[in-house]
């Protein structure tokens, strides 16, 4: 259902490098680019949900929306880590460290929380047991 998301940044190059870093570390590369707002599409590919990054249209700053979140499935628990450590290496800050919230089983929700450098929450998870 969902194509792409899109998030408000201020300093193009600072996000365009943050997002880099941190999006190739699951794959994710640049699809696209334009001139107007530096709009900077991220993904696997085209077919996929994707992660926009630009500068506002209306040329006004951009803010963190309050409780605004995008969550990132991954396969296995050591991915949420290792995209988790990589957002905070990057110059992001932490919002949740890796861990289970609720009970572990079958169903388990194993998930942190971090923001970039411009405070647009992240979530890496994973659904499922150890």
């Known amino acids: ?7 408000g940044i201020n300093d193009l190059d600072k996000a365009r490098t943050y997002y880099d870093g941190l999006l190739g570390t699951i794959g994710a590369k640049r699809l696209m680019e334009l001139d107007e707002n530096g709009f900077t599409l991220y993904g696997v590919d085209m077919a ?11 040329g006004k700053e951009a803010f963190a929306g309050n409780g605004n979140m995008i969550a990132l499935q991954m396969q296995e628990r050591d991915q949420v880590d290792a995209l988790y450590n990589k957002g905070l290496e990057l ?36 659904l499922g047991s150890a």
């Open 91 to 126: 110059g992001g800050s932490d919002e949740g460290a890796p861990g289970v919230r609720g009970d572990e089983g079958e169903m388990a929700f194993y998930a942190a929380y971090f923001r970039d450098p411009e405070g647009n929450k992240l979530c890496a998870f994973r």
């Open 48 to 58: 996929t949900p994707s992660i926009a990054i630009t500068k506002p249209d209306n």
């Open 1 to 7: 259902m969902i194509g792409y998301v899109t998030l």
